[in-house]
C-alpha cells in the first residue's frame, strides 16, 4: 500500500533510487497586483559616516548660490584643495552633480575622525549649505515578488533562514547549480534562470518520454499506474519535482510574480535522472560526473559546469563504492553536493546518498524551528534547513513553481511542499550565494562555514540535526568578508607532532602578531594530517583566551585516510594576537598519524 504523506516510493531494483522526498499540498493561486515600491529614505543633513563604522569615501557638497564655488568648477575645485590642506587630507574635485552640488574625494584609507575633520571645514564655511556622504546604494532586499509573503522559510524570524540578509551581499551570479532530479518542465518564473542540461535517463521502462538519453532535459511526468513499481503501488500523479527545487534554488525575482528565488542570480542546469518509480545509480553516477565537468562516454562536453549539485533524492542501504567515487571526482574538481537526509524520520545513516562522505546532508525543520515529523536525523546530518510541515496547515509547507498537469505538462502554477527535499535546495542556494561571494571557496569550506555560522535550532531535534539551523545572511557576510578583518595575512606551523594511537591530545602552536583588533569571523584553519583512519580524530582550533572550537568530531563512518582540510571558523570574538594551538586525538585503537603542518589565515 501506499504510505501516508510524506511519500515513500520503492526502488525500481536494488540500484534504483527514489524521488520520494516531498509530499505535495494545495495548489496556490497566482495573485495578479504587485508590491508596491517602497519609498526612498531622505537624505539627512551632514553626517561623518556612509554607514556604520565605515567612512566615507566621497562627500557632495551644496554651496550656496552666491558662491564662486556653485557655479565654477576651478572655484570648487581651489576650495576643496584648501579644505584638505586646512584638515591635514588630500580633498579633490570630482565633478558637478545635475543639482549643481560638487562631488569631491576623500582619498581611500581615512578614519572616521579624518573624515570628520573635512567635513568640519566644510562646515565652518559660510557659502556652503550642506555637506553629506556620497553613499553607497544597494537594491532593497525584499523582493516585489506576488507570493513572496508566503515564503516564511526565506525571512521568518524564527525558522527563517534569514536569506535577505545575505542579498545585500551577493544574489549568486556567476554559480550554476545542478538540479540532479526529474527534470525541468517549462515555468515562466523560472526559465530565465535555466541552462542546458541533460536527460541522463537511459532505460526507456523509467523514462517515459519514448526514448533514453538525449540533451533535452525536459519532464514529461513521472506519473505511474497502479502496481507499476511494485505488486502493491499505487497510482500516482506526476509530481514535477525538480522544477519544484529549482524554484527554491532560482526562480526568477523582483519580477512581480510568483516567488523568489534563494541565489535568483544563479543559474540552474536541469539534470534528468529521475522517470516513473525512480531512478538508477547508474544515470545519477552520470549526471554527478558530467555536472562537476567530468566526461561520460557518449554525453557531448558540459559548456554549464556547476559549482553546486542538489541531489533531493534517496534509497535506502549504504553509500555505494561507486556513487562515492563520483561524488569524490566531483568535490575533487571544486563542486559541492548537497543531498536531503530522508524521509522516513530514521536514522539517515541508512539513506543514500545521504550516508555518503563528502557531501553536506541536509534534515528539515517545520515552521516552528523543531525537526519536521517525517525527516530524517543522526550523526552524519550536517546541517538543519527549513523543509516545511503541511499535516496542520498547507502554507506550512515550502511554495515553490510547479505545473498543474497530473501526468503530462499543463499549465504552470506554484504549490506547496514538504520533505527534505525541499530543505536541500535551500543549502544548494546558500552554497551558490558563497561561491559567488568568494569564488576561492573548496567544497570543504563552503560545508565548514555553513556549519559555524549556523544558529542554533529554535526547536527540538531528537537523534541530531547537525550544526543547527543554517543562516543565509551570517554565512555569506563571513566568507566575503563583510562580517569581520580578512587581510589574507596566513601564518603557519610546519614542525611535524605525531598523534599517538588512542592516547592524549596533541597539540601545536602558531605566534599571531601584528594583528589589530579581533579576528575574523571567516578565519580560515588549515590542518595537513596522515592518519590510517580519520574517523577516529576530533580536532579544535584552541584560542589565545582558551576558548575552543570544534573543527571535526570523531566518526566511525569516515574511513578516508588523510585530514587535508580547510576549517572556517568564526572567531570575531576572540583577540586576533596571541598564541593559537591546534589540538588533535585518536579517540580508537590500531591506528597512528602525524600532524604535518597547519595555517591559520586571517
Not at 515578488?145 to 516564511?152: A, G, I, L, R, V
Not at 535555466?194 to 513521472?222: K, L
Not at 530524517?376 to 534547513?385: H, L
Not at 579576528?519 to 574517523?535: E, F, K, N, Y
Request: contains cysteine; charged residues 15%.
Amino acid at each position: 500500500m501506499r504510505t501516508s504523506a510524506p511519500l515513500r516510493r520503492k526502488l525500481i531494483s536494488v540500484a534504483a533510487v527514489s524521488a520520494a522526498l516531498f509530499t505535495a499540498a494545495t495548489t496556490v493561486a497566482v495573485a495578479q497586483d504587485t508590491a508596491a515600491p517602497q519609498a526612498a529614505a531622505p537624505v539627512p543633513a551632514a553626517q561623518t559616516e556612509a554607514a556604520p563604522g565605515t567612512p566615507a569615501e566621497r562627500l557632495i557638497v551644496g554651496y550656496k548660490s552666491g558662491a564662486a564655488e556653485a557655479k565654477s568648477n576651478k572655484a570648487a575645485e581651489a576650495d576643496a584643495a584648501a579644505k584638505g590642506k586646512e584638515a591635514g587630507e588630500a580633498v579633490d574635485f570630482q565633478r558637478r552633480l545635475g543639482s549643481g552640488a560638487a562631488l569631491v574625494d576623500l582619498g581611500e584609507n581615512l578614519t572616521r575622525t579624518d573624515v570628520a575633520d573635512v567635513v568640519a571645514e566644510y562646515q565652518a564655511d559660510p557659502q556652503v549649505a550642506y555637506v553629506v556622504p556620497d553613499r553607497l546604494n544597494k537594491p532593497l532586499a525584499t523582493p516585489n515578488d506576488t507570493e513572496y509573503s508566503k515564503q516564511w522559510d526565506l525571512f521568518e524570524t524564527t525558522a527563517g533562514m534569514n536569506v535577505p540578509g545575505a542579498w545585500d551581499v551577493t544574489t549568486g551570479s556567476g554559480v550554476t547549480v545542478a538540479v540532479i532530479d526529474t527534470g525541468y518542465v517549462t515555468h515562466s518564473d523560472l526559465g530565465a534562470n535555466i541552462v542546458g542540461g541533460y536527460d541522463f535517463i537511459s532505460d526507456t521502462a523509467v523514462s517515459n518520454d519514448g526514448n533514453g538519453r538525449d540533451s533535452n532535459p525536459a519532464d514529461t511526468g513521472d506519473w505511474t499506474t497502479d502496481g507499476q513499481c511494485s505488486t502493491d503501488w499505487t497510482a500516482t500523479t506526476s509530481s514535477w519535482h525538480g522544477t519544484h527545487v529549482a524554484g527554491t534554488i532560482a526562480a526568477v525575482t523582483n519580477n512581480s510574480k510568483g516567488v523568489a528565488g534563494i541565489a535568483y542570480g544563479a543559474k540552474v542546469s536541469p539534470l534528468r535522472v529521475l522517470g516513473q518509480c525512480g531512478g538508477y545509480d547508474s544515470d545519477i553516477i552520470d549526471a554527478i560526473t558530467w555536472a562537476s565537468g567530468g566526461t561520460v562516454s557518449g554525453v557531448p562536453a558540459n559548456t554549464n559546469v556547476a559549482k553546486v549539485i542538489n541531489m533531493s533524492l534517496g534509497g535506502g542501504g549504504a553509500c555505494s563504492s561507486a556513487t562515492q567515487s563520483a561524488i569524490n571526482a566531483a568535490v575533487n574538481r571544486g563542486t559541492t553536493v548537497v543531498v536531503a537526509a530522508g524521509n522516513e524520520n530514521q536514522n539517515a545513516s541508512n539513506s543514500s546518498p545521504a550516508n555518503c562522505n563528502n557531501v553536506i546532508t541536509v534534515a528539515a525543520l517545520g515552521r516552528s524551528g523543531s525537526k519536521a515529523y517525517y525527516s530524517n536525523f543522526g550523526s552524519i546530518v550536517d546541517i538543519a534547513a527549513p523543509g516545511g510541515e503541511t499535516r496542520t496547515t498547507t502554507a506550512n509547507g515550502i511554495l515553490s513553481t510547479l505545473n498543474t498537469g497530473t501526468q503530462g505538462p499543463s499549465s504552470e502554477t506554484y504549490k506547496y511542499y514538504q520533505g527534505t527535499s525541499m530543505a536541500a535546495p535551500h543549502i544548494a542556494g546558500l552554497a551558490a550565494l558563497m561561491k559567488s561571494a568568494n569564488a576561492s571557496l573548496t567544497p570543504a569550506q563552503i560545508e565548514s562555514a555553513i556549519k559555524t555560522n549556523s544558529r542554533a535550532l529554535p526547536g527540538t531535534c531528537s537523534g541530531g540535526c547537525g550544526a543547527g539551523l543554517a543562516d543565509a545572511a551570517k554565512t555569506v557576510q563571513a566568507v566575503s568578508g563583510s562580517g569581520g578583518s580578512t587581510g589574507g595575512t596566513t601564518y603557519t606551523s610546519t614542525s611535524a607532532v605525531s598523534i599517538p594511537d588512542n592516547g592524549a591530545a596533541i597539540e601545536s602552536s602558531i605566534a599571531v602578531s601584528g594583528r589589530t583588533g579581533n579576528a575574523p569571523s571567516a578565519l580560515q584553519v588549515g590542518v595537513d594530517i596522515t592518519h590510517t583512519w580519520r574517523g577516529d580524530l576530533v580536532i579544535d582550533l584552541v584560542a589565545p583566551d582558551g576558548s575552543t572550537y570544534r573543527l571535526k568530531s570523531a566518526s566511525s563512518s569516515d574511513s578516508a585516510d588523510n585530514v587535508n582540510a580547510t576549517y572556517t571558523v568564526n572567531a570575531s570574538s576572540e583577540t586576533a594576537n596571541g598564541t593559537w594551538k591546534l589540538r588533535v586525538q585518536d579517540t580508537a585503537a590500531q591506528d597512528t598519524g602525524t600532524l604535518n603542518s597547519w595555517k591559520l589565515t586571517f
